[in-house]
């Protein structure tokens, strides 16, 4: 094996080695990223529960503030496509995290001469990073939609208890 060829093969390590370090954090991403939203759908019906619980949701004047139909409505709506969103966040979605171990082990034969690590398997690896991307990125944004949709809600629930006589 000639020098070049020895750090071909050294780069294609170091290489595989980062992949694999990138496929982790994208594990740890997802997973944050569906901890936090379970949370904000938590909070969610903690704000309705609480608007509920001192009165603010009703439609008897006598026992308090009558909740107006167009805040009720505008909240149902509100938890309706925050609980999409955020089951788009929490529904299992089928990751890549590397390469099969037994295509490893037993590779093609038009692969059986190669190096186990090289270009060609750690560019395998970079396409499946770019797919888990993708995923993520899709993931974040309903996220990012849910927590905006948890500040609309809670201004609602504020402007009914302002605007209360």
């Not at 991307?133 to 939609?145: A, E, G, N, T």
Request: glycine letters at 4%.
């Amino acid at each position: 094996m000639d020098v070049s060829q020895a750090n071909r093969d050294e780069r294609a390590k170091i290489a595989y080695k980062c992949a694999m370090d990138l496929f982790a954090a994208q594990d740890r991403s997802v997973s944050n990223l569906r901890t936090r939203a379970t949370g904000i759908f938590a909070t969610s019906a903690f704000v309705v529960t609480f608007a509920s619980s001192i009165g603010l949701v009703g439609n008897d004047k006598t026992k308090g503030l009558v909740f107006p139909h167009w805040a009720a409505i505008s909240l149902f709506v509100i938890i309706l496509i925050q609980g999409l969103c955020v089951m788009i966040v929490i529904w299992p979605v089928e990751m890549i995290y590397g390469h099969s171990a037994y295509k490893v082990v037993n590779p093609p034969d038009d692969e059986a001469n190669r190096s186990p690590i090289d270009r060609a398997f750690v560019e395998g690896l970079v396409g499946d990073l770019k797919i888990n991307k993708s995923k993520i990125l899709r993931m974040s944004r309903c996220f990012r939609v849910a927590i905006c949709l948890l500040m609309a809600e809670v201004s609602i629930v504020l402007a009914v208890v302002a605007s209360a006589p």
